[in-house]
């Protein structure tokens, strides 16, 4: 796959970032029920992750979804109307926000069970290898390691040595200890995540989340690997969690993102400014581009303007967006000629 330039990279890392931006708002409005995560933060994992697939390959996401779905193609329209339980979304309001998926862009199952991708995954890498093309990418977080599907699947893709690439999203990590190697989880007696899979004999490695040229080295060579047949591999990709993924319900501390904030100027929210300095992926790489002379402040303002307003048109199509007809309430319920 050709690699992101560096004005792709920013463009699909803010596509994300605004995108869960309206839907906390539009939430706070109360334009959908239910609850919903955000994966502002963590925007050039799922960039880095998707940009290394081709058309044939497929993903498996978390109730953390919505960045995964876009950065591997799906229109911010059609899932904003998705989320708001309209008939123009992908599923025609069926799936809502945490179940969601892309069947055409190789999004075939989003779960919103702690690990339950991960079973589905595997069979999909089965699928791969059986038909001999294309590579599977499951996401899910660290809490995923205790559960015994997690186990389930990685042996399976061990012995079988299937095309799968599992990618930890480890969102609890202290900004300093994102790049060493001695953060363990709350809950799990072993000292590194990684050496779970190390001991099922999986290569391993751990990436600095906040590194989005890191973040892309780190996909671009594991996925070739799995893809020549290599095996599964395992990546840990150390995250500090968002201040607005603290409270039950995403919030926005300090406001909407403002592009200033890369250039300079401050928050008045305090935890928000910390996180900025030390832990914001489109800050450090907007910060870094900027110095290397590849990406000025004028570039990164007019693709800001121009990802401000699709968004602003997503939401529109999806407010504009019929409700389902209740009489298609039973539709896709049963397989085709299987109804009782």
Known sequence: MPKLTVAERVTAMLRIRRFEEQCIRLSKEGQFPGHYHVYIGQEPTAVAACAALAAEDFVFSTWRNHGHLLARGAAADRMMAE?????????????????????????????????????L????????????????????????????????????????????????????????????????????????????????????????????????????????????????????????RWPGNFPLWPELPGGEWQLAWAYGQQPDHADMAAWLQQSDPVLLYLRKQAAAGALDRAQAEAIDASVRAEMTAAVRFALDSPLPAANEAYEHVWAQGRQA
């Not at 989003?110 to 991960?118: D, E, I, K, R, Y």
């Open 83 to 119: 989320i708001l339980g309209k008939a123009g979304g992908y599923a025609g309001g069926r799936s809502g926000t945490l179940h969601l998926s892309v069947r055409e862009l190789g999004v075939p199952a989003t779960s919103a069970l702690v690990g339950a991708s991960l079973p």
């Open 121 to 240: 995954a595997t069979g999909g890498a089965l699928a791969c290898k059986r038909r001999g093309s294309g590579v599977t990418v499951v996401f899910f977080g660290d809490a995923a390691l205790e559960e015994g599907a997690f186990y389930e699947a990685m042996i399976i893709a061990a012995v079988w040595k299937l095309p799968i690439l599992f990618v930890c999203e480890n969102n609890s990590i202290p900004p300093a200890q994102r790049k060493r190697g001695q953060y363990t989880s709350s809950t799990l007696p072993a000292a590194r995540l990684a050496d779970v899979p190390q001991s099922l004999q999986i290569a391993t490695e751990v990436v600095d989340g906040a590194d989005a040229d890191a973040l892309a080295g780190c996909f671009e060579r594991l996925v070739a690997e799995v893809r020549s047949g290599g095996g599964p591999r395992f990546v840990e990709v150390r995250c500090t």
